[in-house]
């Protein structure tokens, strides 16, 4: 018999998914939350010596165990006990020192792994899987999306498979997938799954576009981060707000109905497992989270309540538009105007209430990024930067009006 424990999310349920085509009635299969596996490792473990059995295969993917659990895991494998821990967070590294233990976060052809792509390759390599050309098929999707390449590759299919999802509970989905998978030659969403998906984009959509107006923004240490509170679709929204303000680090997604946070970043030179890792989270460079504690909530929760949301730039212009050498206009609550322009061939500078700052910037980009980070300006619509325009006119009309008028006697 094996028990396997395994994430509550798609990569982790792709790997339940995957152990009951390779071992049927023989596999008993627990999802867990990160919190709640220690918990379940420990009673099973309990059970094993109470009842002195060796039969049990123990498998945990995509998770790891707290070091009580790993040193019981460690015994139990030397008094042996046949266990086997597959993961692919770099957080969990530390495991391959162990002869149960197998952490891979990338391939040798540069692809990243996911847990479900690991174990299939682990269980075909074993014997106890026979490859097919459906089930590679959804182990690519899952691992497409888990890592999120699928949007690198714009492979809707895997989004798609992340959707149906979280569309029904996990016992629904894995009744689906385990006989598609066994039957067909090739994966595929039957006509009723495609409308479903259909609509549930649409919902996506909305909900990615409410979240946006409730974005704040603040620093957590050295990092500009921008912080909003949602209940779901964490991956696409996380995504979705780092493309659309790449002035911060990372997004914060605070659950506090599950009490969890989430961090999401597009920045390769920000890793947020070590964000998360601060809270006794973890998880991939770009994708992690952590459970909330009286630490995270004051730093993120409190200090978030307290801010009020970014205000979002100006998306229907015709003239004040980023990037352009002759200026564009930002604004901040404050009432202090940013005029960021090219100052030559090279160099762009930013301009605040009339005065040039004195550093300049390589690009657009960063001059912008500077004012977003440190100011919390938005581009101004059109109305504000002709009205702009007219002042630095009629000023330099008044200017050179008094520079030309003839001195009295």
Known sequence: MYKLFTHNDLDGVGCGIVAKIAFGDQVDVRYNSVMGLDHQVERFLDYLYEKKNKDWTVLITDLSVNEKNEEALGEWFHDGGKVQLIDHHKTALRFNDYDWGYVKVEYDDGRLAC???????????????????ALEEFVELVRQYDTWEWDANDNIKAKQLNDLFFMVSIDEFVEKMVPRLQEQAHFEYDDFEVKLLDMEEDKIERYIRRKKRELVQTFVGDHCTGIVHAESY????????????????????????????????????????????????????????????????????????????????????????????????????????????????????????????????ASFQDAERFVKRNHLAWLVRDEHYVAFLREIIMEFKLNESERIRPSSL
């Open 234 to 361: 964490f991956s696409e929204l996380g995504n979705e707000l780092g493309l659309e303000n790449p002035h911060l680090d990372y997004i914060t997604i605070l659950n506090m109905g599950g009490k969890k946070i989430s961090f999401r970043t597009i920045h390769d030179h920000v890793d947020v497992s070590e964000v998360a890792g601060q809270f006794g989270g973890g998880g991939h460079a770009k994708a992690s989270g952590c459970s909330m504690n009286e630490e995270s909530y004051q730093l993120y929760a409190r200090a978030a309540f307290l801010i009020e949301p970014m205000r979002p730039d100006a998306i229907r212009n015709r003239y004040n538009l980023k990037e352009t050498a002759e200026g564009s206009l930002f604004e901040n609550r404050n009432e202090d105007r940013f005029f960021i322009y090219a100052a030559d061939g090279e160099n762009w500078v930013v301009e605040m209430n009339g005065e040039i700052l004195s550093e300049q910037y």
């Open 115 to 133: 847990a479900t792509s690991l174990l299939y390759g682990y269980l075909v390599h074993k014997g106890h899987l026979e490859p097919s050309a």
